[in-house]
């Protein structure tokens, strides 16, 4: 795009510039050792071990007979992390003290219309039934038995953050609803998060809670099961871009791994995704793809996977396996509060080297009387990623100076928020001698948050924590020639 003021005039001084047998960064020179070729896409999705551990977790649950009535759903958990079946917390995500907690904002609550998904068996003396033991249990309510209360239950499920499905039944012989709980009333109604159909109804009571020695077992009668048609989408986390609707799960490169949720919950899988350590060669995590997992029909559980670089619609390819089918599946796509973090809009019209002090997104500046000592290049072989990059210190050899690149416009920040700077650094081009001075700093809003002084250092991720104040400015300041500082793979990220 934008072309370098003279390239082709420089590279014939190279010679006369050589000092010490290095050749200077603007005159394509070679960098002292060649890391070897990063292979970027790392692994790709392991769905055989997604699905074998669907096998192996169990998150069928219900109301239990001794939780009392109208306790707030309870956090979503993880029930696996990569194929071991665990039981964690989500971690706490990085956030402003206004935002939302983590916990069961999973569907919207749009409207209230209900479908039955199916009845009850009838109500003389020797019928019996089973509530549904299922996925994604939230809490439960007692409602007014005077009449088979199906409105009071609906109704419950409307007030009840994340619910999708109620299961509204009678449970006979238990003391608690009896005799103990203020609504006195053996008709429960049970919200999930997911709907539930009448092949999972398998919890035919037949427990002692009589409060009698020997006295007669809990039993089911009539329940019934309630699939509200109002869903709206999950909510989008914040910092994050959806996609559309894929169709499968994502198959694709730059693959961190997976955990299961006990629920389908975006905020959930956003904050695993925010506190993922970050990969070596890829960064931190900057998509993650939630889906839910119908085993022969049955909800099962709900697959969080994450992935350094971005997938997209073409990879959402795996549609399930066996009995396994992949349903909802949604992408989510980490947004970078600076473009061109990677400076490839930087583009030599076909040539493979040019530089330049000024993109569209980043100027290079160099103080008074400097010369280059910021810059940006199009050759691959200085590049971490791609083949642009961007250079602290005098491209030509000519001052010891340090320049600094800045981003060239405010960033679309929000006030009191902490947002991650990450990028990759290198300073390995001028060997060990020669990169000793190698020195980054990083200012946020003008003020110095950060400063790294690795030597010579082959490409490594460095990371920052900031607070944002709103249209923040970023400039990184370093190099000291023949100490080389190369930037790439800038990421500015909400954490
Ligand atoms: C990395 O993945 C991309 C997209 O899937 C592909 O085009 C490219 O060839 C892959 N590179 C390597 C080294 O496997
Ligand atoms: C749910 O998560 C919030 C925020 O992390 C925490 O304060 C609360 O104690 C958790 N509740 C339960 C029941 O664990
Ligand atoms: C997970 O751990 C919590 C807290 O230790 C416990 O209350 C809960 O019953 C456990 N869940 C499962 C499925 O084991
Ligand atoms: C309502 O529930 C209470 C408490 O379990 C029970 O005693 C009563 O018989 C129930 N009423 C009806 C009409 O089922
Ligand atoms: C689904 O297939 C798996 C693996 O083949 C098997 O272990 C499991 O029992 C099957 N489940 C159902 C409900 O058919």
Redesign the pocket.
Known sequence: MVSSPGFVVFLSLAVSLVECGLVYPAFQGIPATNADPYNFNGSTTDSNVIVSTA?QVDQKSGASTDAPPNLPASNTTVTAIDGEVVNATVPASRRSVSFAVVDNQILQRGGSDYTQVFAGTGTSRQDRDAAIMGTSYLTYTLVNNATYNVADCLAFCDATSGCAFVNLYYEYNNGMLDYVYPQHSNLKCVAYGDVHSAKEKLNFGGQSLSDTPNGPLTYIQESSGWASESLSDPPTPKGYDPLPDLNGANEAPGYMGFVFLNKYDTEACAAICNNQDPNDVGGACKYFNIWRAV??QVPTTYTCALYYIPADPSTATNYGQ???TVTQSRGYKRMNYVSNGGFEDFTCGGLIFCYTDKTEDWLASSPKDGDYDASIFHYQPYAHSGNSVALLGSAFGRDGYTGTLTYASGLSTEPDVEYVIEFFHSSYYSGQGGELEAFVEVYWNGNLIGSIHPGYSQWKYYKFVVVAKGNDELDFRGGKAPSYDFLDDIYVMRA
């Open positions: 096998f085993v022969d066996g009995n396994l």
